[in-house]
């Protein structure tokens, strides 16, 4: 059954699903709106039948210690015997303005990824995996545009300045090689027993590379249709994505323009909390392949096997496996763990050859100097993927520190439900990067590896539900209770009615 990469009914069924769950989730109501609550305090205060052991005399961050107006402050033990722990929930208008803010737009985000239709549980773990493991799912993105815009280079390296001969030449056929190069650095290799990932590699250099007539014929064929359907399956999304980003930026301008509240402030920092996703999702087109993996797979397997077989070279290949399949499933986009690609080892050997300068097609016109070079060392990370490895990094841990800082810095001040629900999310993430990483490291394939793989697909659903109740939590007010504006666990311990 072939899938296709396209926003599938599969996607919206499940993030409509996921919606209508969390809308469900049970909140403990108050008996009382605690801004009633508060109202009625502040009588209290003024008829002078208050307690004084209600009422918070300790430091206040942001408040000099003597104030002409003092502040009405209460202990959180007052405020809990006074409204009660239950939340007020969100008047609809609040509920709307976050929902249509931050929520809709999102959720749009979402959707305009590249999932593969007819695959309704691939589509559920890539979800989890994006929103959950926001670090990792980015790394792997950036490792795969990484190679594609490394083919490119060696493409135009390889004539004059300028010089781009149309096909049929020598030019045209490397281009259509290297482009099939980036192309299967997104699909995994089945690599038979007995048979080494450097004799896989060297497979795929005669595969790709071979500059017979009929060979750099069939590859060019391949590499057209490719191009049509990515070209098809791209723009349109991107189109779509842009305007879903502008409805973004108006929104976050309304928000900047309504900081004075405390909704408005809190919807801000929810916004900063997931500002990583349309770098993601955008990433994710750019780095997309065509909309039929399957049907890409086919004619990949079809080409390499065909040119492979029909190459009468000693070799290299175990009796009876030239008959596989060479490429497995799809693995872009941070689809599967661990998945780095063949792309990576097979262009640090062709750069490793001499004088790969400028013109270095006029010096190796002969296939065999491009596919018997001497394999580098296989690297399962390249020295030079570690800026991709810190910009994803830095780029979700910014966006979340910005959450945190402006949610701890909002009176009440201090560590409370908003921005100890940020902070965990973010160490959520970074624990799935190190798991990944180490599991990468020093795991070998096997048993153990698979155990890792399904405690990581747990974590990356934990997160996911993390982060879909912080947003239905800040949607439908479940933090407007007195635990959560006291900020009890660091810094805070008092309500401010004011």
């Given amino acids: 059954m072939r899938t296709k990469l396209v926003p599938s009914g599969n996607a919206i069924l499940l993030m409509l699903l996921m919606l209508f769950l969390l809308l469900l989730i049970p909140i403990?109501?108050?008996?009382?709106?605690?801004?009633?609550?508060?109202?009625?305090?502040?009588?209290?205060?003024?008829?002078?039948?208050?307690?004084?052991?209600?009422?918070?005399?300790?430091?206040?961050?942001?408040?000099?210690?003597?104030?002409?107006?003092?502040?009405?402050?209460?202990?959180?033990a007052a405020c809990e015997k006074h409204c009660g722990s239950g939340s007020t929930l969100h008047p609809w208008e609040t509920t709307a303005d976050t929902v249509t803010t931050w929520v809709l737009p999102l959720v749009g985000l979402v959707l305009q990824a590249p999932f593969e239709s007819n695959n309704f549980r691939g589509t559920m773990l890539l979800v989890f995996r994006w929103l959950g493991s926001p670090i990792v799912s980015m790394m792997y993105i950036f490792w795969n545009i990484r190679v594609t815009r490394k083919c490119a280079i060696m493409a135009d390296m390889s004539v004059g300045m300028g010089d781009h001969p149309r096909p049929p030449s020598g030019f045209s056929g490397l281009r259509d090689s290297l482009y099939l190069l980036s192309v299967v650095n997104q699909y995994q290799l089945n690599i038979w027993p007995g048979l080494r990932e450097q004799d896989m590699e060297y497979i795929l250099r005669v595969g790709l590379f071979d500059t017979g007539p009929e060979f750099q014929e069939m590859r060019g064929r391949v590499a057209t249709n490719i191009r049509r359907e990515r070209r098809r399956g791209t723009v349109q999304a991107l189109v779509s994505l842009g305007w879903f980003l502008v409805a973004l930026g108006i929104s976050i301008n309304k928000a900047f323009g309504d900081l004075g509240e405390d909704s408005s402030a809190s919807n801000l920092a929810l916004g900063l909390l997931v500002c990583w996703l349309p770098v993601l999702v955008a990433a994710a087109i750019v780095d997309r392949n065509p909309m039929d993996a399957g049907d890409v797979s086919a004619k990949l397997n079809e080409c390499l096997r065909s040119i492979v077989m029909a190459i009468p070279r000693e070799l290299y290949i175990p009796q009876g496996v030239t008959g596989n399949e060479i490429l497995g499933g799809f693995a872009g986009q941070g689809r599967v763990h661990w998945h780095c690609g063949a792309a990576s080892s097979i262009l640090c050997t062709l750069e490793g050859l001499p004088d790969m300068g400028r013109g270095w097609l006029d010096i190796y016109e002969n296939d065999h100097e491009l596919t018997i070079a001497p394999s580098q060392r296989w690297q399962m990370i390249a020295s030079s993927q570690g800026w991709q490895m810190t910009a994803s990094f830095t780029l979700v841990c910014s966006c979340i520190i910005g959450a945190f800082i402006l949610s701890y810095f909002t009176p009440t001040v201090g560590l409370g439900c908003r921005s100890a629900g940020y902070m965990i999310f973010g160490l959520n993430s970074f624990v799935c990067l190190f798991i990944e990483i180490g599991a990468w490291v020093f795991l070998p394939m096997g048993r153990r590896r698979e155990a890792a793989r399904w405690f990581l697909r747990l974590c990356e659903f934990t997160n996911f539900c993390w982060l879909m109740y912080i947003i239905t939590a800040q949607t439908r007010g479940t933090y407007n209770n007195c635990r959560c504006k006291s900020s009890v666990w660091g810094g805070g311990g008092y309500v401010d009615f004011e």
Avoid at 47 to 67: F, T
């Fill in 28 to 76: 403990v109501a108050a008996e009382e709106s605690i801004y009633h609550c508060g109202d009625r305090i502040k009588e209290l205060a003024t008829n002078g039948s208050l307690p004084e052991e209600d009422i918070y005399w300790g430091a206040v961050d942001g408040l000099p210690s003597k104030a002409e107006y003092p502040v009405l402050l209460l202990t959180f």
